[in-house]
């Protein structure tokens, strides 16, 4: 089996920053696409950003310039740097990997969530 463990949510003021990790472990092969999406009360879950294998970013329009992903693939880990950041970010965020594991094909996975809340 394959967990992802996420950390670095909680509260901040507007404006501020947080930094959100997330490392996948156990029966990997490959990871494949990381990404991170949010879901806000009353609301569908959104794609945050998502990366690459090979580093190529993608951005939703609302956090296009005050957040940026990145990953180590040496520890299976993708970082969301959030800046800047609104009360409109307040929202659960989770991680996602696309993961080969021992099964010859690819499969979602995904991190039990972490709360975000911006609030003066």
């Known amino acids: 089996q394959v967990q992802l463990a996420e950390s670095g949510g909680g509260l901040v003021q507007p404006g501020g920053s947080l930094r959100l990790s997330c490392a996948a472990s156990?029966?990997?092969?490959?990871?494949?696409?990381m990404g991170w999406y949010r879901q806000a009360p009353g609301k569908q879950r959104e794609l945050v950003a998502v990366?690459?294998?090979?580093?190529?970013?993608n951005y939703a329009d609302a956090v296009q310039g005050r957040f940026t992903i990145s990953r180590d693939n040496a520890k299976n880990t993708v970082y969301l740097q959030m800046n800047s950041l609104k009360p409109e970010d307040t929202a659960v965020y989770y991680c996602?990997?696309?993961?080969?594991?021992?099964?010859?094909?690819?499969?979602?996975?995904w991190g039990q969530g972490t709360q975000v809340t911006v609030s003066s």
């Open positions: 996602n990997a696309n993961v080969r594991d021992w099964r010859p094909y690819n499969v979602d996975y």
């Open positions: 156990g029966r990997i092969f490959n990871v494949n696409d």
């Open positions: 990366i690459s294998s090979g580093g190529r970013t």
